[in-house]
C-alpha cells in the first residue's frame, strides 16, 4: 500500500476542520482518512484523492490498517492513536494546554486556528481552509433559514426564547421559511419552539436522521444560526452563510479563523470564555453571555451576511 494516511477520529467540528489538510495531501498523493463510521460522510465530501476508511475498533485494528502507508498524519493524537502507531514515523498534532488554560482564565491570548495547526502538522504549504463539495442549492422560490437548538453543551446553547423570537422575525421580516434543527433528543424543545412561534412556516427537523441527512439539509439553506458546534463548521466548509453565535465559548479557542465574518456575541462578557466545550453550568451564575442576546441585532446581523 502507499500514499498518505489521516486520522482524525472525532468529533464532528474537528473532522471538518481536518478537510483542508486532507485536501492539500491529496494534491501528491491519495489521502486514506480514517475516522469514526459516524463521519464518514463528511470525509466523502472532501473534494480530491481522498477515500474514507471507518474505524470502531481497538487500537491494534487501526495499527493493522496502518500497514504500508509512506506516511503517516495522526491529527487525534490520543491514547488510541499513539498505541496504534508506536514504533512508527508519525507526524502528529500537538496543541498547548497551558495556552487554552490561560485563555479559559481571561488572558488576552488566542489558541492559533486549529485547521492552521492541522495543516502545519502535514506542512508548511498549502490552504488550511476546510472545504466540502456542495451537490445542492437553496430553493429559490423561498428564503431558508436554519436555526440550531438544543445541544450536549446547555451553556453553549442560544436560549429557546430567543429561537422563538428570531424565527418570528425572520418570517415577518424576511418571508422566510424556518427549520429548527438539532439531534434526536432535542426534538421535545424544538416542537416546543415551533409550537410557541404558532407560525406555518416554522417547523422542526431534529432527528431526522444522521450526519449525512445533516449535510443534505444545511448546503440547501440559505442560513444557517448556530451555536458555535459541529453544524456551523459544516455550513462554513459547504460555503452556506451562518451566524455563530458564542456564548460560553469564545473564537479565541481556535476553532474558528480571526477573519470569520459570522461571530456574534454578546461584549463585553468578562468570565467568556468558561469552558473548552461550554458547559453545564454558568460558574458566575447570571448567565449573561446568553440572556443579554438581543434576537433583532442578531437578525440584522445575519442578514448582513447574505446580502
Not at 502528529?92 to 487554552?100: K, N, P, T
Not at 422575525?169 to 432535542?186: E, K, P, T, Y
Not at 409550537?195 to 416554522?202: E, K, T
Not at 466545550?277 to 443579554?292: E, I, L, N
Request: charged content about 20%.
Amino acid at each position: 500500500m502507499s500514499g498518505n494516511l489521516l486520522v482524525r477520529l472525532h468529533s464532528l467540528g474537528d473532522v471538518v476542520l481536518a478537510s483542508g489538510t486532507a485536501v492539500s495531501m491529496a494534491k501528491h498523493k491519495q489521502v486514506t482518512f480514517a475516522t469514526r463510521a459516524v463521519y464518514e460522510p463528511i470525509v466523502r465530501r472532501i473534494p480530491g484523492k481522498v477515500k474514507s476508511v471507518p474505524f470502531n475498533g481497538s487500537w491494534r485494528d487501526l495499527r493493522k490498517s496502518s500497514e504500508g502507508f509512506e506516511t503517516i498524519v495522526d491529527l487525534q493524537n490520543n491514547l488510541t492513536t499513539k498505541l496504534a502507531f508506536a514504533g512508527k514515523k508519525v507526524s502528529r498534532f500537538r496543541f498547548s494546554r497551558r495556552l487554552r488554560r490561560k485563555v479559559l482564565l481571561g488572558a488576552k491570548v488566542k489558541m492559533p486556528w486549529r485547521a492552521e495547526e492541522y495543516l502545519r502538522t502535514w506542512s508548511d504549504q498549502g490552504d488550511p481552509t476546510p472545504v466540502l463539495s456542495r451537490f445542492n442549492e437553496p430553493d429559490s422560490d423561498v428564503f431558508t433559514v436554519g436555526i440550531v437548538a438544543g445541544g450536549g453543551w446547555p451553556m453553549k446553547s442560544i436560549p429557546h426564547g430567543v429561537v422563538i423570537e428570531l424565527s418570528r422575525l425572520f418570517c415577518d421580516i424576511s418571508h422566510a421559511r424556518v427549520l429548527i434543527m438539532g439531534d434526536s433528543s432535542d426534538l421535545p424543545l424544538t416542537e416546543y419552539i415551533v409550537n410557541q412561534c404558532g407560525y406555518r412556516n416554522v417547523k422542526t427537523i431534529a432527528g431526522e436522521g444522521g450526519v449525512s441527512q445533516l449535510i443534505n439539509r444545511i448546503e440547501k439553506l440559505d442560513l444557517l444560526i448556530s451555536p458555535d458546534s459541529g453544524p456551523a463548521h459544516l455550513a462554513m466548509a459547504l460555503g452556506v452563510p451562518v451566524q455563530v453565535v458564542f456564548t460560553s465559548t469564545s473564537p479565541s479557542l481556535g476553532f474558528w479563523a480571526e477573519d470569520f465574518e459570522g461571530a456574534f456575541m454578546v461584549n463585553p462578557i468578562l468570565c467568556r470564555p468558561c469552558h473548552r466545550h461550554g458547559g453545564k453550568k454558568c460558574s458566575t451564575g447570571d448567565q449573561q453571555c446568553r440572556r443579554m442576546l438581543v434576537p433583532r441585532e442578531m437578525y440584522q446581523e445575519a442578514m448582513c451576511l447574505v446580502h
